[in-house]
């Protein structure tokens, strides 16, 4: 699993191979985001990518909503792990 | 091979689980293609994607500049297969 | 207005500067047309987007969904106007 | 302008309307940072964008690349403020 939890927030690191693959999948993030309503306080240098969850609407506590998008996240980036 | 000849031209076809996917395979190929400055003629509609390849620049034949990008876009392509 | 009607379907043409503006356009009509779950027919060739919308649900007509889909393409190229 | 010079850093801050047109934007200096192979460090909270350049290779000073690199972000930039 990549997510840890700290100061109530979620937290996910995920490398990549280079900077395209790692673009690649900040843009299915964008779009599930954007499709949630519900977006992520993210960073990216090149190859590497941090995500951090919190529900700022419930005071910035962890809630179900962020449970939720770690998850679809985390299917997202299983994917691009298969590749070599 | 996802590639045939027709009227000079080398078309790719490609299909993926849904929008989500074949966006982020473009987002791919438009890096790649903007780093080599040889952009395709493409159609997306859904979960499809129709890539068309010629080089203008030479009268629009196929040259090495199509064949190469063709296997950098296979082998992005090839990645988004082993994924369930 | 950038929108014609043919053969049952809204078609769209919109010309920028080069294709990382393109791309951009195409970016923010990606996320909205995910956000609405009703996604474009279309085609794009360095600085050019060619966009087709039909409600294929409805038999290939054209619905309010697709006017819908149309201004809020068109309200986004707006903005790219204004560069100069 | 909207760089400043911290730690051998240089950051810049860019809101926008909101998350679509971040994404957009960001999308074009991720055209741009790999077309010129030099990446930022950057973060992204919705409609907010902070990029911080510095060159790692001559030991995270910054050097004309980053000056370059901020010029070309700055120029982007303008045009999005151009939009309503």
Redesign the interface.
């Known amino acids: 699993m990549n997510w840890t939890e700290k100061d109530n927030k979620l937290i996910g690191e995920f490398v990549f191979e280079d900077?395209?693959?790692a673009?690649?999948?900040m843009?299915?993030v964008?779009?599930?985001?954007?499709?949630k309503n519900h977006?992520?306080?993210?960073?990216?240098?090149?190859n590497r990518v941090v995500i951090t969850l919190t529900t700022h609407d419930e005071g910035d506590i962890i809630t179900e909503k962020d449970r939720k998008m770690a998850d679809g996240i985390s299917k997202i980036f299983e994917?691009?792990q298969?590749?070599?």
Chains 1, 2, 3, 4 share one sequence.
């Open positions: 900077f395209s693959q673009w690649a999948f843009t299915e964008a779009i599930l985001a954007e499709r977006h992520p306080d993210w960073t990216n240098l090149w994917r691009y298969y590749r070599t």
